[in-house]
């Protein structure tokens, strides 16, 4: 593809950087596009490391942590405390949910549970809750519990995505932790990984 092909004309477009960011080696960060809103921003406290690449219009949230070599395509969002492991590409317009951790080399291509741990055998699955790092959070055990209970209904039950959902919310102590996973869920435009 020639340059002339690509849409950027030399729009005012930018990259917002928040605080006590650290980026390491040969990282690259693409500012933002007119279409997709002009500008791509990386929040505070975050760890970009070695090789690193975010493409235009993402939105990197606080405390993200990506290990060396994770690419993340256009117009994704990675959430707080989410983790993308060294190696990952991660597809454009996909949602890494808060505090998920994707393990090394896992290929994204819908978006990602919040509190989940992610990883590709070669088929990519959610399989459990991040507890080790909800605990490191500071997420009470009694929190954990119950996001542990949701996630039995969401991947381990005979009930479908919908079915899950209306268990999850006619549960009243269910808690704002696995209101954030209903919402998360409900709103996702490419599907969620299971």
Known sequence: MAPQDLTYKGEPTRLEMGDHNEIREFVTINRGTVKGGGITRVGNHSLIMAYCHIAHDC????????????????????????QVGALCPVHHFVRIGKYAFVGGGTTITRDVLPFSKTAAERGTSAYGVNAVGLERRGFSKERIRKIHHAYKLLLASKLNTSQALEKMKSEADRGEDVDLLIRFIESSERGVIK
């Open 59 to 82: 939105q990197i949230g606080d405390n993200v942590i990506m290990a060396n070599a994770a690419t993340l395509g256009g117009h994704v969002t990675v959430e707080d405390w989410a």
